[in-house]
């Protein structure tokens, strides 16, 4: 039987959708299948782009609410939920027809419906709109994503107990939000709704909040947004969440991490061993997210899993099956849109012979609150457990001339080089614009920059970036504003 395809692509997220339109590029033949009614997966239909636009409209209503200092008198502003949520959908709808006309541009033939596996050249695809097609291909690619952890014992409905879905739905602004997880989505949906003026608490099982981040900016970023209004209670657990009419109570317990005075490392008296509760008007669960494959039909042909679940791969993308490739957040490494595209793009030129790679060194991470976090490369502590001598160089954006005009001095720059070479071994950012900033600190680190390097880059004045090249003068004890 003569082939349909060259490949065919599961999941039309950021990975599978980049897959795509690589492949095409490079002149295979396409088919791009998603069981949701649109294309974009996770991140342009429930993930990045609706977390951003209720981001966006939140920051606006806060900056408008403190223009004052400028001269500039508002009046008290007022949410308009349902406009809200009409512009939050229209910055999706946007999104995802710009990947239709990407699909139609690259005649890549798209598909809405559950793909299976049922050979290691066939999927069969249960269409949306009824009736199956049997696809015969050269390759397949598994971009089927991740999907919310749960938390043991506790069902999410998406009204009183929600997962990241819900908590951007809201039909009204909630009294109290109480959100079990401090790391990314927590904080990002925390910071939405505290500015709109919910009461928002945070339960993170650790003694500190964005596991994975450099510690002094964790914890220069707790304080920061405790000053916001978000409550951090930190090395607890939520043991249970009973749902009541008009609230949910939720019990939460000391994790292991407390030490004899019962006291967590941020100095918090703990939960008793007996629990304690707290009432909120809604539960957001944000604990992780797990590789996604049900219906996938992985068994049918034998692809083999990790023990996390995760479709196994080796360097190259592809499964125990010759034929079969995976990528994006069903797969190992970091749940980043960006991670995925690259994996794409890569997976892609690897199956015409070419040298696609992704270099997991140099991925950059970015919290979009206010001010953001961004990190590239290793923090302090990776370094130490490696036994890497590394020096450090650190600049408060409240030195900046742009900042100090923007009235946006929170936060710092980092930058953290090698202690023989100067080489840049990573960079951590709490401050204005700092996902921004953090594309030129990785630019630098896949050229093999010195931080000397970027200290004698000339960066334009008044610049925020301009933090960056002292906090890499500092490196070498020379940064000129401090
Ligand atoms: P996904 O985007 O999850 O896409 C997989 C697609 O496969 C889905 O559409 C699914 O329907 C489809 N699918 C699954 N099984 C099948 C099947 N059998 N047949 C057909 N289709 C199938 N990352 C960032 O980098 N920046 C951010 O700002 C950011 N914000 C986020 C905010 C939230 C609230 C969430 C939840 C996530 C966020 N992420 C962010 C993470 C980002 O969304 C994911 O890393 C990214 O979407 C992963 O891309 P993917 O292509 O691997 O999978
Ligand atoms: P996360 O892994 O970032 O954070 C989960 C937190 O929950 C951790 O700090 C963990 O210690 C804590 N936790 C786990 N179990 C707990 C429990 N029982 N009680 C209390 N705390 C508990 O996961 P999150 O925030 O759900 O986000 C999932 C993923 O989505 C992220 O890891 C990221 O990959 C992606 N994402 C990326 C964004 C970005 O790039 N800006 C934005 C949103 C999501």
Known sequence: MADDFDIIVIGSGPGGYVCAIRAAQLGLRVACIDKRGTHGGTCLNVGCIPSKALLHASE???????????????????????ALMKYKQKTIDGNVQGIDFLFKKNKIEAMHGAGELIAPDRVKVALLDGGERILQTKYIVIATGSDIAPLAGVEIDEQRIVSSTGALDFDSVPKSLLIVGGGVIGLELGSVWARLGTEVTVVEFLDHIIAGADADIAKQFQTVLTKQGLRFLLGRKVTNIETLKASAKVTIAPAQNQNEAGQNEAGQKG????????????VLVAIGRRPYTAG?????????????????????????IDNIYAIGDVIAG??????AEDEGIAVAEILVGQAGHVNYDVIPNVIYT???????GKTEAELKSANIAYKVGTFPFMANGRAKVNGTVEGFVKTLADANTDRILGVHILGPEAGNMIGEAAVAMEFGASADDIARTCHAHP????????????????????
């Open 60 to 82: 606006t209503y806060s900056q408008a609410a403190h223009a004052n200092h400028m001269g500039i008198q508002f009046g008290t502003p007022k949410i308009d939920m349902p």
């Open 271 to 282: 939960a008793n061993e007996a629990g304690e509760t707290l009432s909120a008007e809604r």
């Open 296 to 320: 996938l039909g992985l068994e049918n042909v034998g692809v083999q899993l990790d023990a996390q679940g995760r479709v196994e791969t080796d360097k190259h993308f592809k499964t125990n």
């Open 334 to 339: 970091p749940m980043l849109a960006h991670k």
């Open 370 to 376: 206010a001010p953001e976090v961004a990190w590239v």
């Open 463 to 482: 610049t925020l970036s301009e933090a960056l090249k002292e906090s890499a003068l500092a490196v070498a004890a020379r940064a000129i504003h401090m």
